[in-house]
């Protein structure tokens, strides 16, 4: 953080800050955004390339691919603590990096002939694959900011991080909407790869500055999932946290089921059913920007955080009053088609990424690090995934029972109220660290 100029010029070490600022941390952070950049529209390349195989298998098959996903999220993370505890940090880096990207490429046989192996077998392995890609690529990457920047530089650094990954997230799918109508589904991996290698370049460059905060020099960097699980049942803020996960995924999980069935009934081609998942991805991703930008920084700063916390829920409420009462029909604005499911699905995630997350993340600042490290990765990996076995299964079994989708969307607007209680209690748990002011220091 840059201190003020009003204090006194014999305090030599704030002076020296500043001028670290603007000649050293610049560089570093240009690194930082452009890596994170590139990270992120890697993986939003790759994500309708995933979705288009639940859209071809149908919402039937949803439950197998989560169960697998699950059971190797649980034993693939207590791995992902152990490398990280053990290794040093560029090792870990480079090689899970190129690991990563040439796997992608040693896809491309298996999705060229999709149509003769089959949705459903392929999505068994591509869904575990890029839920792995996702923990060990993002995950190393914050882990590394972690070592770059001091807790301090951090408040102020992350903001451009993470903008660096939004412009990512909303490249990726227009990148994909541009190209796979002309150059099919197998050589959106060959895109996803090389922006991959870019980030790891940028990565590596960042790793071998002299000017950067990292005190451990590229040591191990630690962590145990089973710490985390037991911090996320023992603390109250954490178990609301559990809670609102399981809520808040079980509704968006729900859209995306619906919608599997939806893009199975009306694609036929594999390129334009991930052109569509491509669209959703880009429709959320500008919702989101648009509200990090304008609405939530408003809300945070004037009503507090905990109607961040509330009020995206409240939200979700109205939309799936909405889809009760309209169903899984069309709408028709203009010249264009727009399934009402789409909308829920654009809106619910949109609010989660533009206000929910940002409001969490504030949150999870006023915590003990341990909490705000190993409770927050617990929740956010093997949590999550049950919450997706447990909505897919559930959903599954009403539809194949004969409940409407009325009935489920009056039970997900009742699980949206629960949702925004279970928001406020978060953002006042009692074991939340007090809110700190500008001139003191970050724990």
Request: net charge positive; hydrophobic share 55%; proline share 5%.
């Amino acid at each position: 953080m840059l201190v003020s100029t009003k204090i006194p010029a014999e305090r030599p070490p704030p002076v020296n800050v500043r001028r670290r600022v603007a000649l050293g941390e610049g560089r570093t952070l240009a690194l930082s955004v452009i890596a994170f950049f590139f990270v992120m529209t890697s993986y939003y390349v790759l994500r309708p390339v995933r979705d288009q195989l639940a859209g071809a298998a149908g919402s039937q098959s949803l439950p197998t691919f989560y169960a697998i996903v699950f059971v190797v999220m649980l034993a693939l993370t207590p791995v992902f603590g152990w490398l990280v505890s053990r290794f040093p940090r560029k090792r870990v880096i480079g090689s899970s990096y190129l690991f990563f990207a040439a796997s992608m490429l040693a896809f491309i046989p298996a999705f060229i002939a999709q149509d003769r192996i089959g949705a459903v077998s392929l999505g068994r392995i591509f869904f575990v694959w890029v839920s792995v890609f996702n923990l060990f690529v993002v995950s190393l990457f914050w882990s590394f900011m972690a070592d770059v920047y001091r807790s301090q530089q951090a408040r102020v650094m992350f903001p451009f991080i993470a903008a660096g990954g939004m412009a990512g997230a909303l490249l990726g799918p227009l990148l994909t909407r541009l190209l796979v109508q002309r150059l099919g589904v197998p050589a959106m991996l060959v895109v996803s790869a090389t922006l991959l290698l870019l980030a790891l370049g940028a990565l590596l460059a960042l790793s071998g500055r002299r000017d950067i905060n990292d005190d451990s020099a590229g040591a191990p960097v630690g962590g145990s999932i089973l710490q985390g699980a037991k911090a996320a049942f023992s603390q109250p803020f954490l178990r609301y946290m559990l809670v609102l996960m399981l809520l808040g995924d079980g509704i968006a999980t729900m859209g995306y089921t619906l919608m599997a069935d939806y893009t199975k009934a009306h694609f036929v081609d594999n390129a334009a059913r991930t052109a569509f998942y491509a669209d959703l991805d880009l429709w959320t991703n500008c919702f989101g920007a648009l509200l990090q930008l304008t609405l939530t920084p408003m809300i945070m700063r004037g009503l507090g955080v905990v109607w961040a916390m509330v009020l995206p829920a409240l939200a979700n409420m109205l939309l799936l009053l909405g889809l009760s009462l309209a169903g899984l029909v069309d709408l028709h604005v203009g010249g264009w088609t727009v399934p009402v499911i789409a909308i829920v699905l654009v809106g619910s995630r949109g609010m989660t990424y533009g206000m929910t997350k940002p409001a969490s993340d504030a949150l999870y600042t006023r915590t003990p690090r341990e909490v705000r490290y190993k409770g927050k990765n617990f929740i956010e990996t093997a949590v999550w995934r049950f919450g997706d076995l447990v909505v897919t299964t559930g959903l599954v079994a009403l539809r194949g029972a004969g409940v409407g989708i009325t009935a489920i969307g009056l039970t997900a607007a009742g699980l949206a109220c629960v949702a925004a209680e279970m928001g406020r209690r978060a953002a006042t748990s009692p074991d939340l660290l007090p809110e700190q002011r500008d001139d003191q220091p970050v724990i």
